[in-house]
């Protein structure tokens, strides 16, 4: 089997809040403008090695301490809370399954996409606001810096989920989000 000639990518994307513009100014954490730093696997790795490439980088690259961090999955996506809770070793009380409006991805009613698995930092209980799942989930004391998309499904127009044949990986990290965190601010 030949190897696509582009397999994985990274990136920096200026992006605007469209979906969620009325967010902006309720909280300390949604811009209008922002920067997304991504990670992407056309068809080569999936969820267990972006899982550990994230989990590396934010531990390991940037230093953040593991027991400031909660993560969450989609809540049907045993596979990926296998890799978190067993492989990663998570601690269970920082660990969330979460439904589909937080943690799956779609671009629309059609078409590719997947669950999620999302990253947060926990600023501390001097920061109003509870962890991801919660009723005070909207509070600034959670912030999410690192989306991992799992695309693995094609939605028909009828929703039937179709297993793709190569599926891929398509990551966000919100750059201001982190440029925050490492700054303590």
């Known amino acids: 089997q030949e ?18 513009i009325e967010d902006v100014g309720k909280t300390t954490r949604h811009h ?9 696997s056309f068809g080569d790795y999936f ?13 390991g690259t940037l230093k953040i301490p593991a027991e400031k961090l909660w993560v969450t999955v989609f809540r049907d996506d045993d596979e990926a809370a ?5 492989k990663i070793k998570i601690d269970p009380e920082r660990f969330t399954r979460m439904d589909e409006k937080s943690n799956f991805w779609a671009m629309g009613d059609t078409g590719p996409c997947g669950p999620c698995s999302e990253i947060f930092y926990d600023h501390g209980a001097d920061i109003p606001g509870g962890p991801p799942g919660s009723n005070d989930e909207d509070g600034d004391r959670y912030v999410e810096i690192w989306n991992l998309v799992f695309m693995q ?8 989920l179709t297993r793709l044949p190569k599926p891929s990986v398509d990551t966000g990290m919100g750059l201001e989000r982190t440029a925050a965190v490492m700054q303590g601010v």
């Open 47 to 59: 969820k267990a090695e972006a899982i550990e490439f994230a989990w590396d980088f934010v531990t």
């Open 3 to 20: 190897t696509p000639p582009w397999p994985r990518a990274t990136s920096v994307q200026k992006c605007i809040r469209t979906p969620d």
């Open 82 to 86: 296998d890799l978190w809770l067993k």
């Open 153 to 160: 499904f094609e939605r028909s127009a009828d929703g039937i």
């Open 32 to 40: 209008t403008f922002f920067e997304m730093l991504g990670n992407f």
